[in-house]
């Protein structure tokens, strides 16, 4: 009778125990706002949850599903920005970050205000993108590579791209390309995820650029694993279904075209010794090249477009190593048959688009989407990009990013595709 008063009692504690380690847990997810330290501290890394036996895990798992999944909604509930009855203080106002000539050729951005009033069209137009994302990936005809493969498919690494934010309850693919410096800006406003002089930077243009593309500003999805161990795909399947997830595209071959001009019409050391100059090496024979990239370009050598699409095209590309980034087909950036997104913007419409998603975030009031984008690499231009390129190349290379073409709506360029 002692050893089972004793067992019960040791069971009892070590209950208690357990639900101790996931509120501390989740002080680190940080949605419930279970905060053990101040907002102006790096968070603790947790020491690993133990782990159920077997013949006690099914139960375990789903007790701890609907613990979650509670403890999530009451902490979206209470840091619904609608809800605080204090107002926001005001929204400051920041300069242009300093660009030199060549950059703001290159990149295109457009500091003029723009006119973003709702437009009685968009929640149409919005439904209808996301309508035919979904039917497209529901449709067993269309086949494109890991289209068929679930959530707990995807490797871990493939999530990098999924950026969260637990204090409203957003995640957010970025696509290189497609305006993401402006959007990681945001999510680091809102998250609050990088201080200026001990303060949350309010403001997004005030952070500087070299900061927005650190890994380490942002909480992505492949870094549960390291913090939240075996319980990292529960948690993000649980944010998957509590949080909004959005994301941005734009034409591929515009996309292409801008991710060639970016990087390789400028001067850029790493792109340089990464890819331009096997790219030089291999498609245009030249067996010695300048060791850095201002020698290179004083030289007059550059990766030309027509290298570029050859790289692209290459099948022994991939085999040694996956697209980069910026030219990484979305599909496989952010896997929109596996996550439901609740919006997707067009940088063809960025304006409008983020004024709607900020709206739909509840979250206009506490900032603005920094200035527009211009997109100086447009549609029109990609006749005179590709007049170069085969046409056996053009089709290709359409069949290479036909997904993105289909899943976001955009047109078959039949004018590049035919005589």
Request: charged share 25%; hydrophobic share 35%.
């Amino acid at each position: 009778m002692a050893k089972a008063r004793l067992f019960r009692l040791w069971l009892a504690l070590g209950s208690v125990f357990m639900i101790l380690l996931i509120i501390v847990y989740w002080d680190n997810v940080g949605t419930a706002h279970f905060y053990l330290h101040t907002s102006l501290s790096r968070p603790h890394l947790p020491d690993p949850l133990p782990t159920p036996g077997p013949e006690e895990g099914k139960d375990f798992m789903s007790d701890v599903d609907e613990f979650l999944d509670k403890l999530l909604s009451s902490g979206l509930k209470q840091s619904d920005p609608s809800r605080k009855k204090t107002e926001e203080p005001p929204l400051l106002a920041s300069s242009k970050p300093v660009l030199s000539n060549m950059e703001e050729s290159v990149r295109g951005y457009d500091w003029s205000p723009h006119d973003t009033k709702q437009n009685p069209n968009q929640d149409r137009l919005q439904a209808e993108r996301r309508r035919v994302l979904r039917d497209f990936c529901a449709n067993s005809s269309f086949v494109f590579p890991t289209k068929e493969r679930s959530f707990d498919d995807i490797p871990n690494y493939e999530l990098n791209h999924l950026i969260v934010d637990d204090r409203h309850g957003i995640i957010y693919c970025y696509v290189p390309k497609v305006a993401c410096t402006n959007w990681k800006r945001v999510m680091i406003v809102l998250s609050e995820s990088l201080l200026d002089q001990g303060m949350p930077y309010r403001e997004p243009l005030d952070i500087p650029r070299e900061h927005v593309h650190n890994s380490s500003t942002h909480l992505t999805f492949n870094k549960f694993w390291r913090r939240y161990g075996k319980f990292s795909r529960h948690l993000m399947k649980i944010k998957l279904k509590k949080y909004t997830k959005f994301l941005f595209v734009r034409d591929p071959f515009v996309r292409l075209i801008s991710a060639f001009r970016s990087k390789f019409e400028l001067e850029n050391e790493e792109f340089y010794q990464k890819f331009a100059i096997p790219m030089l090496k291999m498609y245009s024979n030249l067996t010695s090249l300048p060791t850095s990239v201002s020698d290179a370009f004083s030289a007059g050598l550059k990766v030309s477009f027509t290298n570029f699409i050859q790289y692209l095209l290459d099948p022994h590309t991939e085999r040694l190593a996956p697209f980069n980034e910026h030219w990484r087909q979305v599909y496989r950036l952010c896997h929109p048959c596996q996550i439901d997104y609740d919006f997707v913007g067009k940088l063809e419409t960025l304006d409008e688009d983020a004024a709607q998603l900020l709206r739909l975030l509840k979250v206009d009031q506490l900032l603005h989407f920094p200035p527009s984008y211009r997109n100086r690499t447009a549609s029109s231009w990609e006749e005179d990009w590709f007049a170069r390129i085969p046409l056996a190349w053009r089709q290709q290379l359409y069949k290479l990013y036909e997904a993105d073409f289909v899943l976001f709506g955009y047109p078959k360029p039949e004018n590049l595709l035919r005589d």
